[in-house]
């Protein structure tokens, strides 16, 4: 077995806190990577406090992680010792039904999430938050030498969520764009939207959010507890993306979209959201949403970063300080993502 250490939270009452642990043996397929940097998704706290229900105790989190390979399979030949990799939101599926076979691998209904979830053996999955993992290869990404590694992390989650539906939708030049929350999945929505060729207006309830708009080179900002603003931007906008996390009414901002405009939901309230039908009838729109990305629509995204120079804003910490660092997430007090140096594990 490979000897592993990493934080985990003990129930879902407790912080997270040092843990030492056990990941299988590297097998004929496998790659042994060495974690340097692992991203803070907001899932990661809504997992270690069982927001959602059904978490699996001890758990380590995190599924955005960027290392180094130190071992590989026999029958590996994808990577060699020594080259980046990353590893996003899952680590295994059964490669044969329709999903998989279509490029959706993140929604096999035996896929393995990389971490509160069962593997094939049964065995508890745990995440990035730890200084080593052993992953089937297929399930681990080529990472670019060009970009700051730190900062890729998150495009193993924030990014691929806010890439996939605007390649699916073919957002691009000569359309508006909005953006409804300017986080960790937001900025990255806006940096995509800038660089697909469309014009992007970040939607937010804080006016305090407009520098920071305009730093990340959003085309308008747009206030939504400001009437006047939300009347004069009705029916204007192609796409809206909607990221934010909390509960909130997006009945307001169905209203901004075209005819035949489209909502795109990537953020997971808690909440169900209660939508007037008249809503979606006026004007032919359409809601839909969008979850992460299949294996080969994550390495795409990665690629298209590298050329474009695309990472996330990050504020770099300390494992110790991660707890911290969720209190901080909660109050939205992070520009624009936080990850983790796990060489201070």
Same mark, same amino acid.
């Given at each position: 077995?490979?000897?592993?250490?990493?934080?985990?939270?003990?129930?879902?009452?407790?912080?997270?806190?040092?843990?030492?642990?056990?990941?299988?043996?590297?097998?004929?397929?496998?790659?042994?990577?060495?974690?340097?940097?692992?991203?803070?998704?907001?899932?990661?706290?809504?997992?270690?406090?069982?927001?959602?229900?059904?978490?699996?105790?001890?758990?380590?989190?995190?599924?955005?992680?960027?290392?180094?390979?130190?071992?590989?399979?026999?029958?590996?030949?994808?990577?060699? *010792?020594?080259? #980046?990799?990353?590893? $996003?939101?899952?680590?295994? &599926?059964?490669?044969?039904?329709?999903?998989?076979?279509? !490029? @959706?691998?993140?929604?096999?209904?035996?896929?393995?999430?990389?971490?509160?979830?069962?593997?094939?053996?049964?065995?508890?999955?745990?995440?990035?938050?730890?200084?080593?993992?052993?992953?089937?290869?297929?399930?681990?990404?080529?990472?670019?030498?060009?970009?700051?590694?730190?900062? *890729?992390?998150? #495009?193993?989650?924030? $990014?691929?969520?806010?890439? &996939?539906?605007?390649?699916?939708?073919?957002?691009?030049? !000569? @359309?508006?764009?909005?953006?409804?929350?300017?986080?960790?999945?937001?900025?990255?929505?806006?940096?995509?939207?800038?660089?697909?060729?469309?014009?992007?207006?970040?939607?937010?309830?804080?006016?305090?959010?407009?520098?920071?708009?305009?730093?990340?080179?959003?085309?308008?900002?747009?206030?939504?507890?400001?009437?006047?603003?939300?009347?004069?931007?009705?029916?204007?906008?192609?796409?809206?993306?909607?990221?934010?996390?909390?509960?909130?009414?997006?009945?307001?901002?169905?209203?901004?979209?075209?005819?035949?405009?489209?909502?795109?939901?990537?953020?997971?309230?808690?909440?169900?959201?209660?939508?007037?039908?008249?809503?979606?009838?006026?004007?032919?729109?359409?809601?839909?949403?969008?979850?992460?990305?299949?294996?080969?629509?994550?390495?795409?995204?990665?690629?298209?970063?590298?050329?474009?120079?695309?990472?996330?804003?990050?504020?770099?910490?300390?494992?110790?300080?991660?707890?911290?660092?969720?209190?901080?997430?909660?109050?939205?007090?992070?520009?624009?993502?936080?990850?983790?140096?796990?060489?201070?594990?």
């Amino acid at each position: 077995m490979v000897q592993t250490k990493g934080y985990a939270a003990q129930n879902a009452n407790e912080k997270l806190t040092p843990w030492n642990f056990e990941r299988q043996e590297v097998r004929e397929k496998d790659v042994l990577i060495e974690i340097l940097y692992c991203g803070v998704c907001h899932s990661d706290l809504h997992c270690i406090t069982n927001h959602w229900g059904e978490s699996i105790f001890p758990l380590v989190p995190g599924h955005e992680i960027v290392g180094r390979v130190l071992s590989t399979g026999n029958l590996v030949t994808k990577f060699k *010792v020594g080259d #980046l990799a990353g590893v $996003g939101t899952g680590i295994d &599926s059964c490669r044969e039904c329709e999903e998989c076979k279509s !490029g @959706h691998e993140q929604f096999c209904i035996d896929g393995v999430q990389t971490y509160n979830n069962l593997d094939k053996k049964g065995n508890p999955t745990y995440g990035g938050y730890s200084d080593k993992i052993v992953v089937d290869a297929d399930f681990a990404f080529h990472i670019s030498e060009k970009l700051d590694l730190a900062a *890729v992390a998150p #495009l193993l989650c924030a $990014g691929i969520t806010t890439y &996939s539906p605007l390649k699916k939708w073919k957002v691009g030049k !000569g @359309h508006k764009l909005a953006v409804v929350g300017l986080g960790g999945l937001g900025h990255m929505a806006v940096k995509f939207g800038k660089a697909l060729g469309a014009e992007v207006t970040v939607i937010s309830t804080s006016p305090s959010k407009e520098e920071a708009a305009k730093e990340l080179g959003t085309d308008h900002f747009l206030l939504s507890k400001d009437e006047e603003q939300m009347k004069s931007a009705f029916h204007t906008f192609d796409f809206i993306l909607d990221t934010v996390a909390q509960d909130h009414d997006i009945n307001p901002y169905l209203g901004l979209l075209r005819t035949d405009g489209v909502y795109i939901n990537v953020g997971l309230p808690p909440k169900p959201w209660e939508v007037s039908s008249f809503s979606l009838v006026v004007g032919n729109k359409t809601m839909t949403g969008s979850g992460v990305g299949g294996l080969k629509e994550v390495q795409e995204m990665l690629d298209f970063c590298a050329e474009n120079n695309i990472v996330s804003d990050i504020e770099l910490i300390d494992i110790k300080n991660v707890n911290e660092a969720f209190e901080r997430m909660e109050r939205g007090d992070v520009r624009y993502r936080f990850v983790i140096d796990m060489s201070t594990l």
